[in-house]
């Protein structure tokens, strides 16, 4: 056999394991989510923060087991904390409410003044980057709410410092990323919302993070209380291309496909 027809079913092969292991780890948190939603029947936080913690700690572990010689990141490198972060819903009102339950008065005025001034940026990725627009939650270089970073931190790896360091300078470029952590949180993101979707009828549209930040810490009751009702809090700051499916469509679609 020729090498590049083995390249090619190596690459086949690796694609279709990686398929069924998505599957699978979809299926999972869909799964343990569903049960988390029967562990609370009366309290859809306590569900939702059972939900996402377990899916935290799946990623975390993910992350442990990357092999060390593939991964560039280290404590004190922030390169990646001057992008555009999307975040889901829940994801927002845990931030909130860990801010509004740990910071001064003092400290939340700071914060909520840097939002509003990203916030204000165009909700374009590549816009913001060459803006060098830093996120409001990083703190002499490092993340202030590491434990409860939103999934896009938690599951992006570069392999290259240089890279980082030249796009952040430029305001763009490629940088080397490892697949696998964010395929694995992707997945889990689909059964999240798949479950959220199908048994509570939720919301589940990405949102841009310091906009949306801002309205839940400003108002965290209501917006919260609008978002279990199926409301839509942070409507402004969805990313979404004109004319493509919303995220509810795709996680729809895959829910009918797998039979959810
Ligand atoms: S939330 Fe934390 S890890 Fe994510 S961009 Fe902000 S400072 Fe960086």
Redesign the pocket.
């Known amino acids: 056999m020729g090498e590049a027809k083995r390249r090619r079913q190596m690459a086949g092969l690796a694609s279709a394991m990686d398929l069924e292991l998505g599957e699978k780890v979809l299926r999972q948190a869909y799964q343990n989510t569903c049960q988390a939603f029967d562990l609370y029947p009366n309290d859809m936080v306590d569900a939702l923060i059972a939900s996402y913690r377990g899916r935290n700690a799946s990623l975390d572990l993910v992350a442990k087991n990357n092999p060390e010689d593939s991964v560039a990141c280290r404590a004190g490198c922030?390169a990646?904390?001057h992008?555009m972060?999307l975040c889901s819903p829940f994801e927002i009102f845990i931030l909130a409410q860990l801010l509004l339950s740990t910071r001064s008065n003092v400290d939340l005025e700071g914060i909520e003044h840097r939002l509003s001034e990203i916030s204000r940026l165009p909700l374009n990725p590549h816009a913001r980057y060459g803006r060098h627009a830093t996120?409001p939650?990083?703190v002499n270089d490092r993340?202030?709410?590491?434990d409860r970073?939103?999934a896009v931190?938690r599951a992006l790896y570069s392999n290259s410092k240089a890279s980082c360091e030249q796009a952040l300078t430029s305001g763009g470029g490629d940088v080397g990323f490892l697949v696998h952590p964010q395929m694995l949180s992707s997945a889990m993101q689909v059964g999240i919302d798949s479950a959220l979707r199908q048994k509570r009828g939720l919301n589940v549209e990405p949102v841009e993070?310091c906009g949306s930040l801002l309205i839940a810490l400003q108002d965290f009751n209501s917006s919260l209380t609008d978002w279990l009702n199926g409301g839509d809090p942070f409507a402004d700051f969805q990313v979404r291309r004109t004319g493509s499916p919303t995220n509810a469509q795709q996680v729809e679609h895959v829910a009918a496909r797998l039979g959810l």
């Open positions: 922030s990646c904390c992008q972060v996120c939650l990083l993340c202030s709410v590491y970073r939103p931190c993070m």
